[in-house]
């Protein structure tokens, strides 16, 4: 019974949150104090969510705080604490909305959880984000047809399979 009052409540938040960001009239940017170069970036390594791999795209100029706070998810995830990177990861969506990379991260924790339904919206959205990053809009295409593999639409599936590949 808990269990499902808490699974309700984060529907509600997540649904919350699609109609916050679509709705939101803001355009500006935060600074961060130190911007790091494209170099620095593919330096480090992060954590993957799952079996996946899960690079942070060099082709997003994201704040810098949204960058600590996905590769904090990863490292929840990958802990084994996927509530705690369900927070971690709304916390950057308010940050940066146009971020995909934590749109992303969170369809991959509601696939998991068996919520093919949030799963498919929220890499959809990431999709909407991605600019020029195929890897992640690779992934995204691979939660689509997985999640519509779940839900019995092998048609559609395979459809989003062929797109993941392109």
Known sequence: ?????????????????????????????????????????????????????????????SHGTVLKLTAKARRQIKAGEPEHAFSTLERAIKIDPSDPVPWNMLAGIQLKRGNVDQAEQLAKKSNLLVK??????????????????????????AAAKRRARK
């Not at 999640?147 to 559609?156: F, M, P, R, W």
Request: net charge positive; glycine share 6%.
């Open 1 to 61: 019974m808990k269990k499902s009052k808490i699974h309700s409540t984060l529907l509600l938040m997540v649904t919350a949150g699609f109609f916050m960001t679509s709705c939101s009239t803001y355009h500006g940017a935060v600074h961060p104090k130190k911007v790091e170069s494209s170099k620095e970036l593919r330096a480090k390594e992060l954590p993957g969510l799952g079996s996946r791999s899960l690079p942070q795209p060099l082709s997003y100029r």
């Open 132 to 157: 020029n990053d195929k890897t992640l809009r690779t992934q995204n295409w691979l939660i689509i047809a997985e999640a519509l593999e779940k839900k019995g639409h092998t048609q559609e599936a």
